[in-house]
């Protein structure tokens, strides 16, 4: 909930990473209903961090309630793979 910044952004990536090496999950949710705003040191990190986690496993990340401003950093950042799912 709130914003999505370089100082968070870091240990978001850590955490996401680290759970998707844990062969125990099938799948990792993330919600951004309630983020507000990403900040421009945070995009860049949040955007390497879906790519490395899709590139580990294209299957396992499912983002979920994507605000129309952030599915336009997706499509700037080319993260079109997300277009086609079922959020």
């Given at each position: 909930?709130?914003?999505?910044?370089?100082?968070?952004?870091?240990?978001?990536?850590?955490?996401?990473?680290?759970?998707?090496?844990?062969?125990?999950?099938?799948?990792?949710?993330?919600?951004?209903?309630?983020?507000?705003?990403?900040?421009?040191?945070?995009?860049?990190?949040?955007?390497?961090?879906?790519?490395?986690?899709?590139?580990?496993a294209?299957?396992?990340?499912?983002?979920?309630?994507?605000?129309?401003?952030?599915?336009q950093?997706?499509?700037?950042?080319?993260?079109?793979?997300?277009?086609?799912?079922?959020?």
């Amino acid at each position: 909930e709130g914003q999505l910044n370089y100082s968070f952004a870091i240990p978001l990536r850590k955490s996401l990473i680290e759970a998707t090496m844990n062969s125990n999950l099938d799948r990792i949710y993330l919600d951004l209903e309630k983020v507000e705003f990403i900040g421009s040191s945070g995009i860049l990190h949040f955007v390497e961090t879906i790519k490395t986690i899709f590139t580990i496993a294209p299957d396992k990340l499912c983002i979920k309630k994507i605000q129309p401003e952030f599915l336009q950093i997706f499509k700037i950042y080319n993260l079109h793979f997300f277009e086609d799912r079922d959020f």
